[in-house]
T-cell receptor
Framework: EDQVTQSPEALRLQEGESSSLNCSYTVSGLRGLFWYRQDPGKGPEFLFTLYSAGEEKEKERLKATLTKKESFLHITAPKPEDSATYLCAVQAGGSYIPTFGRGTSLIVHP | GAGVSQSPSNKVTEKGKDVELRCDPISGHTALYWYRQRLGQGLEFLIYFQGNSAPDKSGLPSDRFSAERTGESVSTLTIQRTQQEDSAVYLC????????????FGPGTRLTVT
């Protein structure tokens, strides 16, 4: 069974204080790993897809990396508007059903 | 362009009643997913539709849950004889096709069963 564990559950940062969110996974043949951002009362918003170990993708202050067992979402010099819940999901080869983690709730204080 | 829309945004119902939730996907998107999100939990897959293929219903938690989709347009999720444990946010997502990883989510329907 595919499993996704995200840590920490919650993270509070000061504006400008860089940090990383972790997504550990077990999956039979990774097809893709996804990061989403979810604001309160809204549906998740797609951020990145990573396909293979060693791959990295960047978007503004966010950078996602992937190894064979985990993915990191690095947040550089965060701003209050980066406050949200960040969701990680994996999809196994041969499956079209993603498995989501519980998310990391990030709050960035001004 | 217009994103994924869902209605109603909130639904309060009494235990035992039936409810119907609606999802309007992005035009041209052939794949449509339904998820359930309980407070503090990850997204739980319910069902997906891809074009005219038979839907994958493997995530539906019981036979009280059913879903339909008309062609590549509107989908409805029906929950019969609602129970308190059905209280959750129900999210719909569409994608250009089943192999495209980027899913576009609607705002969700918050269902409360009293």
């Amino acid at each position: 069974e595919d499993q996704v564990t995200q840590s920490p559950e919650a993270l509070r940062l000061q504006e400008g204080e860089s940090s990383s969110l972790n997504c550990s996974y077990t999956v039979s043949g990774l097809r893709g790993l996804f990061w989403y951002r979810q604001d309160p009362g809204k549906g998740p918003e797609f951020l990145f897809t990573l396909y293979s170990a060693g791959e990295e993708k960047e978007k503004e202050r966010l950078k996602a990396t992937l190894t064979k067992k985990e993915s990191f979402l690095h947040i550089t010099a965060p701003k209050p508007e980066d406050s949200a819940t960040y969701l990680c999901a994996v999809q196994a080869g041969g499956s079209y059903i993603p498995t989501f983690g519980r998310g990391t709730s990030l709050i960035v204080h001004p | 362009g217009a994103g994924v829309s869902q209605s109603p945004s909130n639904k309060v119902t009494e235990k035992g009643k039936d409810v119907e939730l609606r999802c309007d996907p992005i035009s041209g998107h052939t794949a449509l997913y339904w998820y359930r999100q309980r407070l503090g939990q990850g997204l739980e897959f319910l069902i997906y539709f891809q074009g005219n293929s038979a839907p994958d219903k493997s995530g539906l938690p019981s036979d009280r849950f059913s879903a339909e989709r008309t062609g590549e347009s509107v989908s409805t999720l029906t929950i019969q004889r609602t129970q308190q444990e059905d209280s959750a946010v129900y999210l719909c997502a569409s994608s250009p096709d089943i192999i495209s990883y980027e899913q576009y989510f609607g705002p969700g329907t918050r269902l409360t069963v009293t």
